[in-house]
């Protein structure tokens, strides 16, 4: 597949103040792109903006938000006159049974993970159509395998696999491609957060391989950017998860059944378990949300 030289285009980062969307900013900037980023953290927002290679800004809004997002697309598109890309990076996670979960935490994960991400498209569709350009939506190995303890983020990575996978086919014909992004278990605030509960770190670690490991940023986010030049359809940040497509079918009853061996394993500390969004990333939104 031919690619498209990054020079001269115009990119959007969501979730852009840390983690991968942070990384992909710079590569996208070192690689002759404007970028434009979008979060919840001005002060960490302003901090990367001054660590791009080139010309860049920097906003702040919630992807939830409409009326924010509509007017952080006319702002992008005045001050850089047009916009090629947009990568819909932007999520929140959390873990633990369903049946003790944070409902607030719970809902917020769907909120900024499935309906956060459809809101970013339909904010920035219009200037993706007069550019031809491209939207990378940002999903997870979550939405090609269910998981026990991740109910939230599995439901929120299926629906926008789902999502940019029914948008592609409606939007094609206008000139806009769009593609799904796919990572593992990836070093950043959010992983690592996760991994500060001690269940939900053992029952990663009992995982098989190559599922069980954490992956650096850096060739993850060289894939991301390798894809986003390509404008191709998937891409996948660790090198196997393009395998997984092919037994993605039988997945779900493997999983349930030996789901269910492992809660039994863990059942008595299971009890009480309360996990609310977890990471930076995560303490950002709530103090974003529970601002007076």
């Known amino acids: 597949m031919s690619r498209v030289r990054l020079e001269g285009q115009v990119a959007v980062v969501t979730g852009a103040a840390r983690g991968v969307g942070e990384l992909l900013a710079r590569k996208l900037s070192a690689r002759g792109a404007t970028v434009a980023l979008v979060g ?17 800004g920097h906003w702040y809004a919630d992807v939830t938000d ?28 959390t873990g633990g049974p369903f049946a003790d979960s ?7 994960v769907i909120e ?22 491209y939207l ?7 939405a090609l395998t269910p998981a026990p303890m991740m109910t939230a983020y599995c439901a929120s990575k299926s629906g926008v696999e789902a999502f940019a996978h029914s948008l592609r086919a409606e939007v094609g014909h206008k000139g806009v491609r769009v593609g799904v992004g796919y990572l593992s278990w990836t070093d950043t605030d959010m992983v690592r957060g996760a991994d500060q ?16 490991k954490t992956y650096p940023l850096g060739p993850a ?25 092919g037994v993605r079918g039988a997945l779900p009853g493997l999983i349930g059944t030996v789901g269910q061996r492992e809660m039994r394993r863990f059942g008595p500390r299971l009890d009480g378990m ?19």
Do not use: C
Not at 67 to 75: D, K, L, N, P, W
Not at 102 to 108: S, T
Not at 136 to 142: E, R, V
């Open 136 to 142: 990378l939506q940002i999903a997870s190995l979550a």
């Open 112 to 133: 900024v993970n499935l309906i956060g991400s459809a809101v970013t498209a339909r904010a920035f569709l219009p200037q993706l159509a007069e550019s031809r350009g």
């Open 221 to 245: 986010v060289d894939r991301l950017v390798d894809g986003i030049e390509r404008r191709s359809a998937h891409v996948y940040g660790q090198w196997w998860l393009r395998g997984m497509q």
């Open 102 to 108: 944070d409902p607030d935490a719970w809902r917020r």
């Open 66 to 93: 409409y009326t924010a997002m509509t007017r952080v697309a006319q702002e992008v598109k005045e001050r850089f006159g047009k916009i090629d890309l947009v990568v819909a990076n932007a999520g929140v996670a």
């Open 274 to 292: 309360r996990v609310g969004l977890v990471g930076a990333g995560g303490a950002a939104d709530e103090q974003a949300r529970h601002a007076p």
């Open 197 to 212: 509960d001690e269940v939900m770190r053992e029952l990663r670690q009992r995982l098989p391989w190559p599922s069980n």
């Open 40 to 56: 919840l953290e001005p002060e960490a927002l302003k901090e990367v903006a001054g660590r791009l290679h080139g010309e860049g």
